[in-house]
């Protein structure tokens, strides 16, 4: 097999989706100590304060990196919302392309979707197209920016797409999300069919204390699902997003993974 270097060690240009909090916020911080200095980073959510917020934790332990927040919404699928975000940024920035020997946009960005609902009660179309806007098309559409901007296959190209064990296992009432999740892993499939020379991971991290899983143990309509939760909270299996990010930076690090295959950090 062909040995390929830890990621970490190359200047690059880094964009992390839903990096204002939770496991993206905690990717942010332990990515920034180790990519190589000059790199630059890309916060991305729509909270722009706790985007800041973030920029100033880094300030004090990584000061050697570019911080630079961008506040967007994923689920604004209006024509031409995505155009351009990544060249605007290098402009406006005095940054150019050839400053940078890798680039690697991090998908974390998603939301858990209608909980209260079972498939059979999904017939709000609205709902559930605004849903796959955010967790599906906004992805993709941010996604396709970001490679029209940085094009050149010679380029060493990273894609992170964080995906759930809710892509290979039914989990109900989570249908939306599950479908979502299948998609966009099947999609980095084919993308990676497509352009072999970018490498994708396809990270399943496993069940975190963060906003979300908080969010589905208060919401979610099935009592059972409730219970799993819970189990696993009185367990001590919920991970928290530190040890998480500390996962995915070591898969990232080892750099062995096979493009696009689903990799878990579930135990
Ligand atoms: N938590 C788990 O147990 C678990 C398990 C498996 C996989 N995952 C996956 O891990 C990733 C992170 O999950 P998490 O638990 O950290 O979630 P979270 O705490 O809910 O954070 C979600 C992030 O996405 C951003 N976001 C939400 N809607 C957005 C929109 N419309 N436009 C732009 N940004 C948006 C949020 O920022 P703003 O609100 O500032 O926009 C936030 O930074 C997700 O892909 C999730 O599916 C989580």
Redesign the pocket.
């Known amino acids: 097999m062909e040995k390929r270097e830890n990621i970490f060690l190359k200047k690059s240009f880094v964009a992390i989706?839903?990096?204002?909090?939770?496991?993206?916020?905690?990717i942010t911080l332990q990515c920034a100590v180790k990519f190589h200095p000059n790199s630059v980073l890309v916060l991305?959510?729509?909270?722009?304060e706790?985007?800041k917020s973030v920029r100033t934790e880094l300030k004090a332990t990584t000061p050697n990196i570019t911080v630079l927040v961008r506040q967007?919404?994923?689920?604004?699928t209006d024509e031409g919302y995505f155009n351009g975000i990544f060249d605007s940024l290098l402009t406006e920035n005095k940054l150019s392309k050839d400053d940078f020997e890798q680039v690697m946009l991090v998908?974390?960005?998603?939301?858990?979707g209608d909980k209260e609902k079972t498939a059979l009660q999904l017939c709000d179309a609205d709902r559930v197209r605004s849903y796959y806007d955010?967790n599906l098309c906004?992805m993709i559409l941010l996604n396709t920016s970001f490679f029209a901007t940085f094009c050149d296959p010679s380029l060493s190209r990273v894609v992170v797409n964080?995906?759930?064990?809710?892509s290979q296992r039914p989990m109900p009432p989570l249908h939306l999300?599950c479908a979502g999740?299948a998609a966009r892993d099947m999609f980095f499939r084919v993308l990676s069919a497509e352009e072999p020379s970018i490498r994708v991971l396809t990270y399943?991290?496993?069940?975190?204390?963060?906003?979300?899983?908080r969010?589905?143990e208060a919401n979610v309509s099935s009592t059972s699902f409730r219970k799993m939760i819970k189990g696993l909270r009185e367990d001590g299996k919920?991970?928290t997003?530190k040890e998480?990010a500390a996962d995915l930076i070591q898969v990232l690090e080892d750099n062995t993974f096979d493009n696009a295959e689903y990799l878990s950090n579930y135990v």
């Open positions: 989706t839903g990096a204002s909090r939770g496991l993206g916020r905690c991305m959510a729509r909270n722009v706790a985007l967007y919404d994923q689920g604004k998908h974390n960005c998603a939301t858990s955010i906004g964080i995906t759930s064990l809710a999300y999740k399943a991290p496993g069940p975190i204390d963060t906003d979300m899983m969010d589905m919920l991970l997003p998480t």
